[in-house]
Each structure stands twice: as structure tokens, then as C-alpha cells.
């Protein structure tokens, strides 16, 4: 099964940087992904990883590193419209294609 | 950008009652999900759908779900008798293939309550 635990609550403010960190202890890894969800909506694609490394994506950019069953979401220069739930969402085995998701981090952005 | 698009967006249904989502998938994918999110909890897998047939499906998806894609464009969840705890928001998602890379795409959900 998978197991995957991301922080509950962030606060950060207008402008400024917040990383949000995800661990996982999976019995199989295929791509690791993180989405975005505003409440009342669908969660929306914001990147994946499967090589250990950064992938850089405008003002948000996702890490990765297998051995140590981490990854983190950096969002920089903070916008209001930002404030949302980021769910890291993981891939099984080889044979196992569906996403397995964490209960997400809900990040509120002040001015 | 295309998108998947479900209906009902809402629906309220009493328990007992027979009910069916429907979901029109990205038109050049092929593999199709169903997942669903209980308020306030995590976002949860129910089955996958390829090929005409169900390729995976979880403890959640037992006798009173089941899945069809009754024409070359939609893709529905039916729940034969509903329950209480059925309430959640039901997500149809899509990707073009299964390979490790291939993205997930979710539509705006349907929301059931089950009175």
C-alpha cells in the first residue's frame, strides 16, 4: 500500500516563498505528482517527478528524491489567488497506474 | 485546452435510490478513472476503466458500483442503491495513457448528497 504524509496547515505571506513537503512509503514508485485543489473544485495538474532531481515550473517548482521517500512543492512570490489545498499524489508499481493521494496541505496566503 | 466535463454537478438523492454520473473524458485518451473526495478528507481512488473493461478498482468500488462507457464518448458511475455515507464529491478523471508520465486530468466533480 502507500502511505503518504504531507503537513496540514501553512500560512506564509503575499510575495513569498512557502515549501510544502511530502514523504512517502510506497511498496512501489512510479512518478511522483503534485496537484492543486481550491475548495469546491477539481485538483488541477501542477507537475511530476520520477528522476530524482528539481523540475522548475515558473513560480512553482517540485523535488524529488527517491532514496529518502521525499519530494517538496516551492511556490514562490506568493499571490492571493494561490491560497488552495496541494495534494501530493503518488504512483504505484509498474502494473499499478492509479494515483494514490495525501490528505493535501492547505496553504493560506495573507497580505 | 480540452477538458473533462461531468454532470450533474449537484445532486441530492434519497437512500436507496439508484444513481448515475456521467463524465465525458478528454477526447483522445484512453484510460479513464473514477475517484472520489468525502468532505474535508483525502481525494480517493475507486476504479479505472480501459479497453471496455475495469482495469483496477479499490475496497471502495464493492457490488453497488459499477462503471460503463455506453457510447465512444461518455463514461459513467452508477450506484445501485445509495447510502449516507455515499455523500462525497466524485471525481472523473483522464489520461492518454498509463505510462509513469502520463497525467492524470480531473474534471469539476459531482457533488452527491444522499438524504
Known amino acids: 500500500g502507500q502511505n503518504i504524509d504531507q503537513p496540514t496547515e501553512m500560512t506564509a505571506t503575499e510575495g513569498a516563498i512557502v515549501q510544502i513537503n511530502c514523504t512517502y512509503q510506497t511498496s512501489g514508485f512510479n512518478g511522483l505528482f503534485w496537484y492543486q485543489q481550491h475548495a469546491g473544485e477539481a485538483p488541477t495538474f501542477l507537475s511530476y517527478?520520477?528522476?530524482?532531481g528539481l523540475e522548475e515550473k515558473g513560480r512553482f517548482s517540485s523535488f524529488l528524491s527517491r532514496s529518502k521517500g521525499y519530494s517538496y512543492l516551492l511556490l514562490k512570490e506568493l499571490q492571493m489567488k494561490d491560497s488552495a489545498s496541494y495534494l501530493c499524489?503518488?504512483?504505484?508499481?509498474?502494473?499499478?497506474?492509479?494515483?494514490?493521494f495525501g490528505a493535501g496541505t492547505t496553504v493560506t496566503v495573507r497580505a | 485546452e480540452p477538458e473533462v466535463t461531468q454532470t450533474p454537478s449537484h445532486q441530492v438523492t434519497q437512500m436507496g435510490q439508484e444513481v448515475i454520473l456521467r463524465c465525458v473524458p478528454i477526447?483522445?485518451?484512453?484510460?479513464f478513472y473514477w475517484y472520489r473526495q468525502i468532505l474535508g478528507q483525502k481525494v480517493e481512488f475507486l476504479v479505472s476503466f480501459y479497453n471496455n473493461e475495469i482495469s483496477e478498482k479499490s475496497e471502495i468500488f464493492d457490488d453497488q458500483f459499477s462503471v460503463e462507457r455506453p457510447d465512444g464518448s461518455n463514461f459513467t458511475l452508477k450506484i445501485r442503491s445509495t447510502k449516507l455515507e455515499d455523500s462525497a464529491m466524485y471525481f472523473c478523471?483522464?489520461?492518454?495513457?498509463?505510462?509513469?508520465?502520463?497525467?492524470?486530468?480531473f474534471g469539476e466533480g459531482s457533488w452527491l448528497t444522499v438524504v
Open positions: 477526447s483522445n485518451h484512453l484510460y
Open positions: 478523471a483522464s489520461s492518454e495513457a498509463r505510462g509513469s508520465g502520463n497525467t492524470i486530468y
Open positions: 499524489a503518488v504512483r504505484g508499481p509498474l502494473n499499478d497506474y492509479k494515483l494514490s
Open positions: 517527478n520520477v528522476l530524482d
